[in-house]
């Protein structure tokens, strides 16, 4: 389905019946990579994906898509779609885009899951990563691409889901190049989301990879002192929904019933 948005377009899928769960993809990702989750999730509920600025078939709005730009994007959506009291999963990005919604429009949420994802901000390394990145991307993005999905992986998963990677990648290299530079300015700026953890009042999970090339364990781990967030961690990398794939999707139907 799409959606006119700002001179745009914002492309979304809706399928099954029942309490309302959205899913927010990460960077380089679109709403496809749900599709080994939504089947264990239709039965009983009714499960919107969408595709973020400037990824999968969404268009873009400018040069830079702060979480914020994202979480209005999403709420355009679910406001169309009259969805209240829902759900909101976001993976990697997606729960950056996550908590930006939860910020600004909490009164809508029921519960949040974030999937291999952080409430913290990036530290000044990151953002030169970040930077780092972006010229990359200028340079040769169907190199950055590759190297970038890869890196998601836990290294001694990579021969394994080889096959794998290389959909992810197919996927990834449909992200045209404004879209890929302006989630990297936009994920470089965003702030520290902690209290959103510490301070709603909704139920809140987090899903961590153990292996987690992206996100160090610990770290996320001492984001979930003193708040009630449910944690739990899969042994591998930071792509839970395919190195971990059966165990992640009884993990999201136990949480969203």
């Given amino acids: 389905m799409i959606l006119e948005y700002k001179g745009s377009q914002i492309f979304f899928t809706d399928e099954g019946q029942g309490d309302a769960v959205v899913l927010l993809h990460g960077f380089l990702e679109n709403s496809s990579m749900w599709k080994s989750v939504i089947p264990h999730l239709i039965p009983t509920h009714r499960i919107v994906s969408i595709d973020l600025l400037g990824h999968g078939q969404t268009g873009c709005i400018g040069y830079i898509h702060t979480m914020e730009d994202m979480a209005e994007a999403v709420k355009a959506v679910t406001d169309k779609l009259h969805l209240k009291n829902f759900m909101l999963i976001g993976h990697s990005m997606g729960g950056y885009v996550a908590l930006a919604f939860a910020e600004n429009y909490n009164v809508d949420l029921k519960g949040l899951c974030l999937m291999n994802s952080t409430a913290l901000e990036d530290n000044d390394d990151r953002k030169v990563n970040r930077d780092r990145a972006i010229e990359a991307v200028k340079k040769n993005y169907k190199t950055f ?113």
Avoid: C, W
């Avoid at 970038?148 to 096959?163: G, H, M, V, Y």
């Avoid at 890929?180 to 520290?192: F, Q, S, T, Y």
């Avoid at 042994?235 to 190195?243: C, K």
């Fill in 145 to 257: 691409v590759n190297i970038s999905i890869t890196n998601l992986f836990a290294p001694d998963n990579r021969e394994r889901f080889a096959k794998e990677i290389e959909l992810v990648k197919q996927e990834a290299l449909k992200t045209p190049v404004q879209g890929i530079i302006a989630a990297l300015e936009g994920m470089k700026i965003r702030p520290n989301r902690e209290f959103v953890l510490l301070h709603t009042p909704f139920k809140k999970l987090m899903i961590l990879g153990r292996k987690d090339p992206v996100l160090e364990y610990n770290t996320l781990i001492n984001q979930s002192y003193d708040t009630n967030v449910e944690i739990v961690v899969f042994p591998d990398g930071h792509m839970s929904h395919i190195e971990n794939k059966t165990e992640l999707a009884y993990k999201i139907k136990h949480f969203i019933e």
